[in-house]
């Protein structure tokens, strides 16, 4: 078993991609160090618990982090999801 860690920071536009360019930027890098002053800057995530077979739909410009389990295979799809009002289906489109 495992949890999903996402902080609550939403980029919702491109001033909020600017104005946290510096910190966001190293969400495209995977080193140690970055990683660490990444999860110092963005504070304390919002923390999910996930038991197998749990589907976690999200939005993934938030920051999130899958945090490491004992055994068995964490699986992952990715796909686009569409909302177009309330009285509509959802569209999925991978």
């Keep these: 078993n495992g949890d999903l860690h996402i902080w609550p920071l939403g980029v919702r536009s491109r001033w909020d991609w600017y104005k946290n360019a510096a910190l966001l930027s190293g969400l495209t890098t995977q080193d140690a160090l970055t990683q660490t002053i990444l999860r110092k800057e963005l504070g304390e995530p ?29 699986v992952s799809l990715q796909c686009f999801v569409q909302h177009e009002g309330i009285d509509k289906r959802l569209l999925i489109d991978s």
């Design 46 to 74: 919002q923390k999910i618990h996930v038991e197998p077979g749990d589907l976690v739909i999200m939005c993934v410009q938030r920051p999130h982090a899958a945090v490491g389990f004992a055994d068995g295979t964490r």
